[in-house]
């Protein structure tokens, strides 16, 4: 495939322990690279894709299809209005609850030593094990092994951090810490089932565009900054949203709060807000309703039926609007990178943006191995 002038690209949709391998060897050939996420295993690997990237010039595209979502580009307008006010902490959530999305797959009844190349597939892993009962699992149902993938953390962490990037542009952490545990699935896995992880960025005068920082001065101590949670469990339907927490105002999108408002927001204003506060102080603003509601489309999720499907049309991720009409966001971010190439123009999660996503998964996962809080460098690019 790589020898083949006739190809121009490659979409890469193996498990995570070979994205870096694959990316690397297509570049070299000269072949742009649509890679799903999460982008790499490990963070040396992501340094390793992203230098070979960007000496080959070739154009690559990480799988977040979210980064098509039409309301995500409505709640970045709002937020780079100031429409939020300062913004100090974000809340981020995953809640599933069946065996399928915790990644128990079903075990292909002729799966054996002869259809199975178990060699090729654990080449690049750390642990070796040899073919048999234990390999069929892990062949399978491989997110539940840090061998061949990261986990809660590249596979469903990631398109939360990616969807708030693209809002916000938050980029890379200074620090990571994360924690949690096989509390649920006592079935051999290694990756957590419970999982939470907070990332800091001290210096980020977050949500709040160049012109308008110092608007709102911090009177009560305390530095301008920002603190993203995230927790996940595999065992609760529970639906709590994602919170983006102004000063003046707070952004709800998805969950229990905004029951039928699919891939949409919306805000509400805070009752100590000063931005609003003539405005709450007349009547005009009641901080119990929200003063923008964002909804593309039907308020119904129609054709949706797997507990899998259901969760991605909850965050949005399984279609978007144009003007008017469904569409899958997939279909539309192959597109843009296929645009991309023939233009030669940067797709919308190119290189950089796939760097970030990589970098920060990698620091939510070595501090969960390590137990301790991870510090990026970014003049000498290593995780302290």
Known sequence: LLANKEIDGVIIATPDHWHSQITIDAAKAGKHVYCEKGLTRTFQEAIDIYDTVKETGIILQLGHQNRQVEANEK???????????????????????????????????DANRNTIDWDMFQKPSPNKIPFGEEALKRFFRWRCWYDYGTGLSGDLFSHDYDALNQIMNIGIPKYASSSGGNYFYRDGR?????????LEYPDTYAGIPISKRGLYPIETGGGPGLTVLYSATLSSNNSRGNRIMGHDATMMMGGQSNVGNVGGFIVTADSASTQYRDRLNSGVINSKYPIYNYSPGSKQ???????????????????????????????????????????????KCNIEVAFQEAVTCAMATESYLTGRRIEWDPIKRKLI
């Open 75 to 109: 709640a970045k307008q709002i937020i780079d209005q100031g429409l939020l006010g300062p913004i100090n902490l974000v809340e981020l959530t995953t809640n599933r609850n069946s065996t399928w999305g915790a990644w128990v797959w079903s075990i292909h009844p």
């Open 301 to 347: 999720i129609d054709g949706v039926t797997s507990a899998t499907s259901q969760y991605f049309a909850n965050k949005g991720l399984l279609y978007t609007y144009r003007d008017g009409k469904r569409v899958d966001p997939t279909h539309l971010h192959i597109k843009d990178w296929l645009d991309s190439i023939r233009s030669g123009n940067q797709p």
């Open 190 to 198: 290694d990756v957590p089932d419970v999982w939470h992880v907070t």
